[in-house]
């Protein structure tokens, strides 16, 4: 947090003088010991946060990867000349328990092609997929393990 403050008043001033940096690093180190007072801040609480930062970075390239290759997936479907589109709805209960993390893997399987989350609730998510495989494969996705890496820093 102090790195932050002081970057951003660095960027708010425009301009780098010894001066400005002096102050920045005052004033930075001042609204931290603030923040740690009266809003229970502590510094470990950083590491966490740059922690869960990097693997949110890593969900959201994987994702991106993952919506290419079911792209391509739903692609070859609907362009065979062979119609092999069998629509199949399957209910599974995720390993994850936080808010967050159950919301962004239902959104994930929804992002991804040929997959869409039709209910989410506390007993699970009912999935439709373009065909039997697809749905059973948000089960066992590579989003599950990452949102469960996500919750593990809680």
């Not at 001033?13 to 920045?24: A, F, L, M, P, Q």
């Not at 792209?71 to 328990?97: A, D, M, T, W, Y």
């Amino acid at each position: 947090m102090p790195l932050i403050l002081f970057l951003l008043w660095i960027l708010l001033n425009g301009r780098v003088t010894s001066d400005v940096v002096v102050s920045g690093i005052v004033v930075a180190f001042l609204v931290c010991l603030f923040c740690r007072k009266h809003m229970g801040y502590y510094w470990q609480k950083d590491r966490i946060m740059l922690k869960r930062a990097v693997k949110l970075i890593r969900y959201m390239l994987v994702l991106i990867w993952e919506m290419i290759l079911a792209n391509i997936q739903v692609i070859r479907l609907v362009l065979s000349p062979k119609i092999e589109i069998s629509p199949c709805i399957i209910h599974f209960q995720p390993p994850v328990k936080s808010t967050f993390t159950r919301v962004l893997l239902a959104n994930s399987i929804t992002l991804t092609p040929g997959t869409i989350t039709g209910i989410m609730t506390d007993k699970g998510y009912s999935v439709h997929g373009l065909t039997a495989e697809m749905a059973k494969s948000a089960e066992n996705s590579i989003f599950v393990k990452l949102a469960r890496e996500l919750e593990d820093e809680d």
